[in-house]
């Protein structure tokens, strides 16, 4: 079964350092998500992809964050400074509308990378 | 303002016992009600959704949920729960439209006692 994947699945950084996380959606998947989770809530949406274009940015803090996808398939999130408050569990998912119809699929959820910023 | 409220933080079931978690949501337009589960430290699988059709959905490890729209509500229920249940449960709105992004409720913790 095809599945989203991620890496690194865990991530310890000093604050002000750079981190970067990779996600591979799953293959002919369109829709590329990156979801933000803190302990204890439920996941918010960050950024989400269609194809290369940016579809969905406005939660996304473009002071310090940033997000491509430069092909099409993988995706790379990026953290400039990290703060205290930036630990958390990345999320990426993928989806591809139902072929006709346009209508709304399933959302694949990867393992996520959890952030500590020490 | 659309939005999932799950009104349970942490519930504890025998082993044996039913289940049933809650889910109401706000969305301001035909919505496609997700239930996913995740385990500690991991991603999050999905477990039913409801896009139309019959309002009573089965999914995976024996659970199935009801799509309720006079209550705005879509409960998950499970008859016998097993210890290997424990995880965290979140229910999620998105729409019609391809592409658009789930709204999730703050998540259900489940603990199982034997």
């Known amino acids: 079964e095809a599945e989203v994947a991620q890496s690194p699945r865990y991530k310890i950084t000093e604050k002000s350092q750079a981190v970067a996380f990779w996600c591979d959606p799953i293959?002919?998947?369109?829709?590329l998500y990156w979801y933000r989770q803190i302990l204890g809530q439920g996941p918010e949406l960050l950024v989400q992809f269609q194809d290369e274009s940016v579809v969905d940015d406005s939660q996304l803090p473009k002071d310090r964050f940033s997000a491509e996808r430069l092909k099409g398939v993988d995706s790379t999130l990026k953290i400039q400074p990290a703060e205290l408050g930036d630990s958390a569990m990345y999320l990426c998912a993928s989806s591809s509308p139902n072929p006709g119809t346009g209508e709304t699929d399933t959302q694949y959820f990867g393992p996520g990378t959890r952030l500590t910023v020490l | 303002a659309q939005s999932v409220t799950q009104p349970d933080i942490h519930i504890t079931v025998s082993e044996g016992a039913s289940l049933e978690l809650r889910c109401n949501y706000s969305?301001?337009?035909?919505?496609?009600l997700f239930w996913y589960v995740q385990s500690p430290g991991q991603g999050l699988q999905l477990l039913l959704k409801y896009f139309s059709g019959d309002t009573l959905v089965q999914g995976i490890k024996g659970f199935e949920a009801e799509f309720k729209r006079s209550q705005s509500s879509f409960n998950l229920r499970k008859p016998s729960v097993h210890w290997s249940d424990a995880a965290e449960y979140f229910c999620?709105?998105?729409?019609?439209?391809?592409?658009?992004?789930?709204?999730f409720g703050k998540g259900t913790t489940l603990s199982v006692s034997s």
């Open positions: 999620a709105v998105g729409g019609y439209q391809a592409g658009t992004a789930l709204i």
């Open positions: 969305y301001g337009a035909t919505p496609y």
């Open positions: 293959s002919g998947h369109a829709t």
